[in-house]
């Protein structure tokens, strides 16, 4: 089974959490692929996905909600008949929409969520500027 876990991490939190993960799967003797969404943000999506079975995604919670970048590119993913993800999110104070948002998204793309987590952590506060402002430079704390 090829599984790829995609990850946005911008504190490292969210990283950590998908390296354990992986772990996991290849101790089960998955071939397995971690990707740094800010490394393979400007590819398209089909081309990532290619010859994936089960596909992982990883992503903080900015505001009670999926960072504004991380929508934008859940809606350029290709329609598949009922391919399995699994989602894990990170958040500091509550989860709000993030979950939710993300599989409406998938779902009408055919995508059939399997399991989500979420992980309660350090949190950094997030703040969101004034649409179309927003990229994914702000904020970023690993530079």
Known sequence: M???IIVFSQTGNTRQIALSIANGILNKGADLEVLDWMKIKDEPPENILRG?????IGTPVFFYQLPFCIRDWLMKFPKVNEKPYFLFITYAVVVGTTVRDADNILRKKGWKLIDNSGFLGFGSYQAYLPWPRLSVQFPDFMK
């Open 2 to 4: 090829k599984v790829k």
């Open 52 to 56: 994936c079975d089960l596909l992982g």
